[in-house]
């Protein structure tokens, strides 16, 4: 089977499941299904009204909450990025109507280097060599995981102070 073959909404499905990844623990990238998990848990908790996420008669701690949010914005960014290069970098100033499934086909290599899946549309080929570099990137920033590369980078800052907390709109 040639996944550059497969229909669209095959080929969304696969960029789904490429970026949930994993189970943790094992040595696939994604963001991992406990992740997806307890970020599912914890919109299933506010809907139901209750403040924290629980699951088989246990409590998620805000902590894992916390990193699991941070940990998919992160991803969710490292893809972004990834993608918006491809296309400068592919695509350049190349009208709509002349790119027509490209798109899907960089996004698909892109998320398939974050997953550290190894599929491919057969685009990948056809790469220039600063988008075989962006993809290099994002593999390794996929098997090292973000939220790890995330903390390298950052500095640990200590607060002692907080700020009066302030209602905001949402939705």
Not at 136 to 150: D, K, N, Q, Y
């Amino acid at each position: 089977m040639i996944i550059g073959n497969l229909a669209n909404e095959t080929l969304f499905v696969f960029i789904l499941l490429m970026f949930i990844g994993a189970c943790p623990g094992s040595c696939g990238g994604g963001i991992k299904t406990s992740t997806l998990a307890s970020l599912v848990l914890l919109g299933l908790a506010r809907l139901r009204g209750q403040p924290r996420p629980q699951v088989f008669q246990r409590t998620i701690p805000d902590t894992s909450v916390g990193k699991a949010i941070s940990l998919v914005m992160i991803s969710t960014l490292v893809v972004v990025v990834g993608v918006l290069v491809l296309l400068i970098t592919e695509l350049g100033e190349t009208p709509h109507y002349l790119s027509r499934g490209k798109f899907l086909e960089l996004l698909f290599e892109v998320v398939s280097a974050f997953g550290t899946v190894g599929l491919s549309t057969g685009a990948t080929g056809g790469l220039s060599p600063l988008g075989k570099l962006t993809i290099t990137v994002v593999m390794f920033v996929g098997r090292l995981g973000p939220l790890m590369i995330a903390l390298a980078i950052s500095r640990q800052n200590t607060v002692s102070y907080h700020y009066a907390e302030e209602n905001i709109l949402i939705g």
